[in-house]
């Protein structure tokens, strides 16, 4: 079971690695991942509730710890794909006011141009 999920978490990972632009698409993948720990983990339980109480809580506090290492892996995801659209939205930004530095210069040094040959 374990291994199965572990594996699905890793194509999935690798699969949000390809498509970091589409936004929708990796919550949608989360929600999915998800729901299927959940799944995972309710049919853990229940085969676990044959075995001791001790085993169970054992795992439970496993489960716990993994669900918040996933947690906090996805708040990580998110923080790191909004940081790249601000750098990308900044360096959008720095280009226009470049470009329009340049047009403005451009305009500036054909008056002098003119300006000149007119004085001449």
Known sequence: MLLLL???MLLL???WRRRTRARATTTT?????MMM???MMMTMMMTMMTMMMMMMMMMMM???MMMMM???MMMMMMMMMMMMMMMMMMMMMMMMMMMMMMMMM???MKTMMLMKITIL
């Open 29 to 33: 993948t989360m929600m999915i991942i």
């Open 6 to 8: 572990l594996m699905t």
């Open 70 to 72: 996933m947690m906090m």
């Open 37 to 39: 720990m959940m799944t």
């Open 62 to 64: 496993m489960m716990m």
């Open 13 to 15: 990972m690798m699969r």
């Open 106 to 108: 451009m305009i500036t």
